[in-house]
């Protein structure tokens, strides 16, 4: 059962480089959704999708960007990476909306120099 | 937006011992899901509360929504070395869900 998988689990970034950071899902999950953890912030919300073609900004959106082609799949585009996006980004899912079962996959642990 | 406030946010006991969780806010809720992170990985699903004033129980976890739907307490019993890890509790909202910044427990032997 692979669930939610997040690739890479680590990555190293210079500043103004761009990247992207893979989510896949294998439960027809029709909602997804992107966080970063912060010491000492919590879990913040960045994008979210409620199905394929649809997405939304959440309450710290800037610098990233989402797609949904596919049910399975809802990548982060980094667009020119910064030291203030260091952070371990978490993907989502659960079958209907925020209110129902989160399944999260194991992070990307991303630093930025 | 929404903010939820947990406390305390470190906590330090020794295994045997009780020990409760709390996370408040001046939002109304839908419902209110607890979940549990330990180093390295993503959170783990706990509980979801829905009702105001329902009470669910994991074993030694007892999890109760606030009557108005804006609070919740997570009250662990004769804590033990596994419950060790990052608790957060989580509100959801129409679409999207806001989490608290979390409780570090740390159960020592």
């Known amino acids: 059962n692979a669930g939610v998988t997040q690739t890479p689990k680590f990555q190293v970034l210079k500043t103004g480089q761009s990247m992207t950071l893979q989510c896949a899902q294998d439960?027809?999950?029709?909602?997804m959704s992107w966080y970063r953890q912060d010491p000492g912030m919590g879990l913040r919300l960045i994008h979210y999708?409620?199905?394929?073609?649809?997405?939304d900004q959440g309450e710290v959106p800037n610098g990233y960007n989402v797609s949904r082609s596919t049910t399975e799949d809802f990548p982060l585009r980094l667009l020119s990476a910064a030291p203030s996006q260091t952070s371990v980004y978490f993907c989502a899912s659960s079958w209907g909306q925020a209110g129902q079962p989160q399944h999260f996959g194991d992070g990307t642990r991303l630093s930025i120099l | 937006t929404q903010l939820l406030e947990q406390s305390p946010q470190f906590l330090s006991i020794q295994e045997g011992e009780n020990l409760t969780v709390y996370c408040n806010s001046s939002s109304v809720f839908s419902s209110l899901q607890w979940y549990r992170q330990e180093p390295g990985e993503g959170p783990v699903l706990l509980v979801t509360?829905?009702?105001?004033?329902e009470v669910k129980k994991l074993k030694r976890l007892t999890f109760q929504f606030g009557d108005a739907r804006k609070d919740s307490s997570l009250h662990i019993t004769a804590a033990q070395t596994g419950d060790t890890g990052l608790y957060l509790c989580?509100?959801?909202?129409?679409?999207?869900?806001?989490f608290g910044k979390g409780t570090m427990l740390l159960v020592s032997p």
């Open positions: 439960m027809n999950h029709e909602y």
């Open positions: 989580a509100g959801a909202g129409y679409s999207t869900l806001t």
């Open positions: 509360v829905v009702t105001g004033g």
């Open positions: 999708s409620v199905g394929a073609g649809i997405t």
